[in-house]
């Protein structure tokens, strides 16, 4: 070790090789930041892609559509994963959502009940004993499903659904258009849903609306019903006979504890019109006739009325404002990124209309947009929700624990010290250790199939590397400090000499984390905790030995009043233990 001791000393007897040690670990330093912010090669998200043994999809046909329609969507999509060889069986479900998983909880499985909607579940082989994680496999297979199926019906939307890491949300990113004219809050969901599509690395891009069309209603007329020796139950038996089907009688069975309706309901192709327009549904029920309590036949046209009317499209509303959702997942892919792109194009795209006014300050909703019209004052708001802000939570409260953290660590080493100087520079030393964190991460995207993030797990390990960091410090200056008082060692010396025989148990500890972390960092949900312990401690051990000598060299803090200057040959440097 007295080599490492003869390198240190040689490094704080010159002024330009303490200056560049200072100016490389500066650059270091703001390369790793820009690594994570402009250039993004390191990308942040909450939580990476999770490897299941179970996704499912989600088929939405436009309103109104025709329970054929959906199910020639569905046999389209099942058709493509059908020859997955990881693919182990799928069940359909046609007008409702599956089962309740963990990602339908949020997501409305529950509350589907119409013909235009179906949901598919696809099951997995084991995901131990597969090659190709969950996350991949959807990643590939979307865009030939929806390129190939989504036109069969236009203005279908296939979504594919995979279960969350973390808390389940509606969507990755999720646009609230809250306002009080309906109207005007569609035109703003269709703009927004738009400038969603054309940002990069967003899919299953929704809005959750129902669309908005004109329908025929048939209105028994009272009055002729009974002119014509009808009841009006005749005529709704007949209506619900013809166009659904009705229970018109119980079974009872000695293997059934309950009754067992008998449904009567007309075929497929009596039930089905010629057309869509109002002669045909007259026509239709033209066909239909009832026997009176005269015995005489009355055609159904007699008695009903078809009237045109606007469909009744569902409201929506949280925190008591009406609101309509805007949806997007990303493609492996952080949610900020694409956040932020989609953001300026709103604004930009907005900004023709209405005066666009953004969230002040950095509040939970700073990326909010507040939209005013600039013809009716009438005001608009596009809220940023889903898994993007639950990501932006995470992040606010831990970047609150790692300050808190700081604060903590400085109040104990002021009180230890009582030197604001050395305090600072044991914090310095422990913040620096990010280099390692963010360098490791961009290495660790290098050498894997899928992007690597910058997780929340990482971020853990940022604050546990705190504690290691400030250590190895302490153990440098409280060794160095004793070498200054207890033997009357000049200053430089005593560095070079602590820091050479400080370096053995500091690497031990080093290795020790090493070790222990590298079984985390092969884990899908945990890897971000292992790297980052792993990388991190590898830089706080390379600036604990050559950074933090440079500024306690360079700090008053560590001279002693009677300290006379001493004259030292660089290569006589004995080892005091």
Sequence with gaps: MSGFAKFVYWILESKFRKFMVLLLTGLAFAGSIMMLGPVKLVKARMLPGKSDNTYSVYIDTPTGSAKEQTMQVAQCVIAEIQDEPEVMNMELFMGEGIPLDYAGLVKGAGMKNSENVAELSVNLTDKHTRKEPSFLMVQRLRPVIKQKCEAIVPGTVVKMIEQPAGPPTLASIVVEVRGENLDKMRALSVETAKILSQTDTLVDVDIMADDLFERYELVP???????????????????????????????????????????????????????????????????????????????????????KTASNPMIMHKDLHRMINVIAETDMESQVYPLLDAREKMITYFSKEYKVEKEPGMSTYMFDLYLIDKKTGEKYLLRWDGEMKVTLDTFRDLGAAFIAALVLIFILLVIYYKSFALSGMVLLGSFLSIIGVIV????????????????????????????????????????????????????????????????????????AIILGSALLASDPIFGGLGVALISGTVAAVFVSLVFIPVLMDNSKAMDRDDEVPIHHDSHNISIVR
């Design 221 to 307: 007329d009272k009055e002729k019903i009974a002119r014509s020796a009808l009841s009006v139950k005749q005529v709704n038996q007949i209506i619900y006979l013809a166009f659904e089907g009705m229970a018109i009688a119980h079974k009872n069975s000695a293997n059934e504890p309950d009754q067992i309706d008998i449904f009567l309901r007309l075929d497929e192709k009596t039930k089905r019109l010629n057309g869509e327009e109002k002669e045909a549904l007259y026509s239709k029920i033209s066909s239909l006739n009832l026997m009176n309590q005269k015995g005489m036949m009355v055609p159904l046209s007699e008695v009903v009325q078809i009237k």
């Design 440 to 511: 490791g991460h961009w290495v660790a995207d290098l050498m894997t199939q899928q992007t690597f993030f910058l997780t929340a797990t990482s971020l853990i390990g940022f604050i546990a590397l705190m504690g290691i960091s400030s250590r190895n410090s302490l153990l440098l200056i409280d060794f160095a400090k004793s070498l200054m008082e207890a033997h009357g060692m000049e200053k430089r010396k005593a560095i070079a000499i602590a820091s050479a025989t400080r370096a053995k148990p500091i690497m031990l500890t080093a290795i």
